[in-house]
């Protein structure tokens, strides 16, 4: 009898703890989700953006009294928790989105319909932002995400190992050819110490696309039904990328094993193409006063020694600020946004240092933000250079990372860059028909 | 033949199922669930989200099985048991047997070798992942050589497998002491009377008596290392040189169902995994009667 009633004690005491368990779970799980939202869950990629877009939206906690948690992680995992989320139906309430996979969220409704909340808007006028990545998350004529910022590329250079290898930094007059003489007399001086650049399978917008581009190829089609890699122009591009590889870079295992970043800010390499969003790493580094920023070079296809309309291109790309559809607390969740996303909180980005602004024209102070560097390079690819959209289609990730596993290959060996550039447009041929 | 219950053991079986059922529902809601619905999925062409999943039939089976990427995948899952699973088996028997012995420190031993365990996997593996560092890893550093150990795709999988007997060797010690001192010490006396040396004892006394834990861990390795994945995953940068050479069918697997988003062809992964698991546990059945002796 006593057993029993230990046993019955025991069991009851089970119940409760997991009753308990059960109860905690439920209450978290509505603290996010209940009608009067109290606070909104935001998530994003990027750490070195956190702290500035905390600071902007702490202001807006202050007037609205809804506190704003921003979640930051790493990108790859950034894609499979938000996929995994809007399967599950439990998506945060206000994130970031990106070209390579917005037309996939849209077409299923997953992100909210914001067209009404803007046209009540006084805030909020799509036509002041970048049309092309505003257009990019409007889809039938809905908006669903408004640009957070955009970004340009150029060429950090350091001064250091160019002053050790007697050569001269880079400006705005150099084409590739030129670059890829300063590249090849450190790399040669160098012998195996120091080489002129690096730049991974990976790095595409901030890197290879670039020139694929400045040379007259392209990437994906306008309609996004064929792919560019095999075009003649793109193959003479890949052609010129193949000879830096061989004759300016590191080995490619040791670019992947080190990274770009690691190689350049440990003075090994003397040249790296960055995107804007990245300045904070390269300010923020060790050896940061040897720092240089210039213009992408450009590839003079005319040959009359001046740079035209689309001979010095930068991708460009932005973030959308959206909101899931399925979210609780839909007006706290566009107020976030509308906040985020106003010419002053715009300007208040560029000038916290976070980004260049989504916001035409509220950039300019981006340039300043950055004491004792110079960074007007990524404003000056704006107005001197030809600004592409990132290339993008329904599942551009499929065929991004199809591009890298071929190039990986054509990097070892670039002997086979024609071959490999074929190859890969076929299977991106293939992909993009089942789009 | 059956037998009407009692009352009492009615009211015990009553409580049985009470007190297993946490396990239980826990089992099918996280694993026997997801287990059904990954087979189903795998004969589906699968939507966006989870949404729209239309039954192929075994289409997914041809693709899968006629590209070369299983059969890649699945080759390196096995290079990668095959030396995880005797050599993390074999040292920690010799381990496990030196360190059963009395001496000095033996706890702090035991405590050194089963640590690797604790650790998270992730952990382990990017410390790893810079002591091999071709440039600056420690390895390259002490031994005055210039090798790309995890780039290198000849070699890349004999270091992911290195980083596995280590991480793995701790915990197969650790059972293996358990087993060792159910061994009674009247056998050793024995032999040792018999003028068995410390060598004989373990191939005759030691060996034998301990099969059935061996035999345990070999089991349970196996399937461990064919579902090799954080390691891979963590170690082999999506652009490293040697990935093919390496890359086992979980992390194949991981790239098809949330890289490109093809939760079909991964689920198909998957499951071929599992018949090739299922497969060789029969085997391991099989030859369990063979050579593992129980007394």
């Known amino acids: 009898m006593k057993q029993r009633a230990v046993a019955t004690g025991l069991a009851i005491a089970a119940a409760l703890a997991m009753t308990a368990c059960g109860a905690e779970e439920a209450g978290t799980g509505s603290g996010g989700a209940s009608g009067s939202a109290d606070a909104l869950e935001v998530k994003i990629w990027d750490g070195a953006q956190v702290d500035g877009l905390q600071q902007i939206a702490d202001e807006w906690t202050a007037q609205s009294g809804i506190k704003v948690n921003i979640q930051t992680l790493g990108w790859d995992e950034y894609w499979t928790l938000l996929e995994a989320g809007a399967t599950g139906g439990d998506m945060p309430d206000v994130f970031w989105m990106h070209s390579n996979v917005a037309q996939k969220y849209m077409e299923n409704d997953m992100l909210l319909d914001l067209n009404s909340r803007i046209e009540a808007s006084d805030k909020i006028d799509m036509t002041n932002y970048y049309e092309g990545i505003a257009g990019m998350y409007r889809m039938n004529d809905v908006q669903y995400a408004v640009p957070k910022d955009h970004d340009t590329i150029a060429l950090c250079y350091n001064k250091a190992v160019f002053d050790q290898y007697n050569v001269a930094y880079p400006d705005e007059t150099w084409t590739w050819d030129d670059f890829y003489d300063a590249a090849k007399a450190i790399t040669d001086a160098g012998a195996g110490n120091a080489y002129g650049y690096a730049i991974d399978v990976g790095n595409n917008q901030d890197g290879w696309w670039n020139i694929v581009y400045d040379f007259g190829g392209y990437i994906i089609s306008e309609d996004k039904k064929t792919s560019g890699m095999d075009d003649p122009k793109t193959l003479e591009a890949m052609e010129f990328l193949g000879k830096l590889i061989k004759d300016t870079m590191p080995p490619q295992s040791v670019i992947s094993e080190n990274g770009c970043g690691t190689l350049f800010n440990s003075g090994v390499v003397a040249m790296t193409t960055q995107g804007s969003w990245n300045i904070n790493t390269f300010y923020t580094s060790d050896n940061s006063e040897n720092y240089g920023w210039a213009m992408l070079p450009y590839c003079d296809r005319n040959g009359n020694g001046a740079v035209d309309e689309g001979e010095r291109c930068s991708i460009y790309n932005g973030i959308g600020w959206a909101a899931a559809a399925n979210t609780d607390a839909p007006d706290a969740a566009w107020e976030l946004i509308e906040w985020f996303c106003s010419e002053e909180n715009q300007v208040k980005q560029a000038d916290l240092g976070v980004t260049m602004a989504g916001y035409l024209g509220a950039s300019d102070s981006y340039a300043s933000a950055f004491e004792g560097m110079n960074i007007d390079a990524f404003l000056d690819m704006e107005e001197q250079g030809t600004l592409i959209f990132r290339p993008c289609s329904k599942y551009t990730t499929n065929w991004e990372t199809m591009m890298g596993e071929n190039l990986v290959g054509a990097w070892n060996d670039t002997s086979t860059m024609e071959a490999t550039c074929r190859t890969i447009a076929e299977n991106m041929n293939a992909q993009l028909a089942q789009e | ?295």
């Open chain 2, 1 to 295: 033949m059956k037998r009407k219950m009692t009352k009492a053991e009615k009211t015990e079986a009553r409580w049985c199922w009470f007190f297993i059922a946490p396990t239980m529902i826990g089992l099918v809601v996280l694993n026997f669930y997801p287990i059904i619905n990954t087979v189903w999925q795998s004969f589906c062409e699968t939507g966006d989200f989870g949404r729209g999943n239309t039954f192929v039939g075994l289409k997914n089976y041809i693709d899968v099985l006629s590209g070369g990427e299983f059969w890649i995948s699945l080759w390196n899952t096995f290079k990668y048991a095959l030396i995880e699973v005797p050599f993390s088996v074999c040292i920690a028997l010799v381990l496990a047997v030196l360190l059963n012995r009395k001496m000095r420190g033996r706890s702090v031993y035991r405590t050194i070798y089963f640590l690797p365990m604790v650790a998270a996997p992730a952990a382990v593996a990017m410390v790893w992942k810079w002591l091999f560092n071709q440039q600056y890893g420690l390895l390259n550093h002490i031994f005055g050589t210039d090798t790309a150990w995890i780039s290198d795709p000849k070699i890349a999988w004999v270091s992911i497998g290195i980083i596995g007997v280590w991480s793995i060797l701790g915990y197969n010690m650790v059972l293996m002491i358990g087993g060792l001192q159910e061994i009674p010490r009247d056998y050793y006396e024995a032999a040792s009377i018999d003028g068995a040396t410390g060598i004989r004892q373990f191939f005759y006394v030691t060996i034998p008596l301990l099969s059935p834990t061996i035999f345990f861990i070999v089991q349970t390795r196996i399937i461990g290392a064919l579902q090799q994945f954080d390691l891979i995953y963590m170690v082999m940068d999506t652009s490293n040189p040697a990935l093919g050479k390496v890359e086992t069918v979980v992390p194949v697997f991981y790239r098809y169902a949330f890289t490109y988003g093809n939760k079909g062809c991964g689920a198909t992964f998957v499951i071929l995994l599992l018949l090739v698991i299922l497969a060789l546990t029969v085997l391991c059945q099989k030859a369990e009667k063979k050579w593992v002796f129980y007394n």
